[in-house]
């Protein structure tokens, strides 16, 4: 299966002390599922779920996973309501108000689930976390203050995160 290789190389790559390391899942952009979301999100499921538990158990086993941070997700979520057919079969538009990421390892608080959105998932509704805040925790648990890393561009310096960026705490083991 291409992801449990994909995964697998990962994981030797971390081995053997690569310090970053991005696993793309599927060819052209499988999740951006504008169209056919019905069948195409089981399947993408199906393909990911044995590799990735794979992967942290092999993590775990080899202590490791302390010392990796696994981060899984997108650039954003999808709507929870039909998108208008832009394809043969309906499908979910781009959402950035109620999306998903998950992190294991590394520094990461294990089984907490941080943040809440409404019934139907349209917007969040208890402890929301910007994309400046997702970057600055991120950068935070890989070693670097993410309140120093800047670059300047005409005649003015500026953040990686922003000047809203703020490390989520409660996500911290």
């Known amino acids: 299966h291409v992801q449990g290789r994909q995964l697998l190389i990962a994981r030797r790559l ?3 002390g690569v310090r970053y390391i991005q696993v793309y899942h599927g060819a052209g952009q499988p999740w951006d599922s504008h169209a ?8 993408l499921a199906r393909e990911s779920d044995a590799p990735v538990a794979a992967l942290l158990d092999d993590l775990k086993d080899r202590d490791m ?3 990796t941070l696994v981060i899984w997700g997108g650039e954003m979520g999808r709507t929870s309501t039909v998108q208008l057919p832009v394809g043969p079969k309906p499908g979910r538009d781009h959402h950035h108000d109620g999306f998903t990421v998950w992190m294991a390892g590394g520094g990461v608080k294990g089984g907490y689930v941080h943040g809440v959105t409404d019934e139907v998932g349209l917007k969040v509704v208890e402890n929301p976390v910007a994309v400046h805040d997702l970057h600055a925790t991120m950068l935070h648990l890989l070693g670097f203050d993410h309140e120093r890393l800047t670059y300047r561009h005409a005649g003015r310096d500026f953040r990686l995160t922003d000047v809203y960026g703020n490390v989520v705490q409660d996500i911290l083991a």
């Not at 056919?36 to 399947?43: E, G, S, T």
């Open 65 to 67: 996973l302390k010392d």
């Open 14 to 16: 971390a081995e053997r």
């Open 36 to 43: 056919n979301i019905k069948d195409a999100l089981p399947r």
